[in-house]
């Protein structure tokens, strides 16, 4: 088990910027892909954002391009996503998802996915 712990949602309003954090406070992260992926009231889940274990290679839904940036710093065991311009639409739970580098090659379905954080609420206002 690789367990993720979420931090940084909240209630914001449109055009606002929050900054999600998933940390994994027993080990090391340097060898996992990591994703952000979101839950809407009522909807499936989704996939926002990807990176492969280095940071080098990142993958973003087209709702996320432009206003979302993922990145991964592996000395903090920490996968962050920057969220800037805001929408109502955005209002979601969002969730981190880790797998081994080693066990898969896709990065932006649920199923390339092992590992899974408890979610943290975004909420945006207009």
């Known amino acids: 088990q690789v367990p993720l712990v979420e931090s940084g949602g909240g209630l914001v309003q449109a055009g606002g910027s929050l900054r999600l954090s998933c940390v994994a406070p027993d080990r090391t992260v340097d060898g996992y892909a990591m994703a952000w992926f979101r839950r809407a009231p009522g909807e499936e889940r989704e996939f926002v954002a990807a990176?492969?274990?280095?940071?080098?290679?990142?993958y973003y839904a087209t709702s996320a391009k432009g206003r979302f940036t993922i990145s991964k710093d592996n000395a903090k065991s920490t996968l962050y996503l920057q969220m800037n311009v805001l929408k109502p639409e955005d209002t979601a739970t969002y969730y981190c998802a880790a797998r081994l580098t080693s066990t898969g090659t896709g990065y932006t379905d649920e199923s390339d996915y092992v590992y899974w954080g408890q979610g943290t609420q975004v909420t945006v206002s207009s």
């Open positions: 990176t492969n274990w280095n940071g080098d290679r990142t």
